[in-house]
C-alpha cells in the first residue's frame, strides 16, 4: 500500500470538491460569494494548488458538507476500560458436592 504525496490528497480533494459543486450545477463565483472566499482562493483549492484550512471549511460549508469533518478523526464513544470497570463480575456454576 502506498501512501499518497501532498499535492496527490490536495488534488484529489479538489476534484471531489469541484465534482460535487458542479453535480449542484453551481459555478464558481456562485460557490467563493456564498463561501465568503475569492474566486481565486476557490480555484486554488479545487485546482489542489493549496489553499487555507479557513477556505477548504468554508467551502465544505457552503457545500452543506460539514459532516466531512466528523468522520476526519471521530471521537470513540466507547472505552473498553471502562466497560471492563463497570461490567458485573462473572458468576459460575459450582461444584455439586456429593454426600454418601
Do not use: Y
Not at 501512501?3 to 480533494?13: I, P, R, S, V
Not at 457552503?62 to 471492563?84: C, H, K, Q, Y
Not at 461490567?87 to 458436592?97: E, F, I, L, N, S
Amino acid at each position: 500500500m502506498t501512501q499518497k504525496t501532498l499535492a496527490e490528497l490536495e488534488t484529489a480533494l479538489g476534484e471531489n470538491l469541484k465534482q460535487l459543486r458542479l453535480s449542484r450545477n453551481t459555478d464558481q463565483r456562485t460557490l467563493a460569494e456564498q463561501a465568503g472566499v475569492s474566486t481565486r482562493a476557490l480555484q486554488s483549492l479545487e485546482n489542489g494548488e493549496g489553499s487555507s484550512l479557513k477556505t477548504l471549511v468554508k467551502v465544505v460549508r457552503a457545500l452543506g458538507r460539514e459532516s466531512w469533518f466528523d468522520t476526519i478523526a471521530p471521537v470513540a464513544t466507547i472505552n473498553p476500560m471502562a466497560m471492563v470497570a463497570k461490567a458485573a463480575p462473572r458468576q459460575r456454576a459450582r461444584r455439586k458436592v456429593n454426600k454418601p
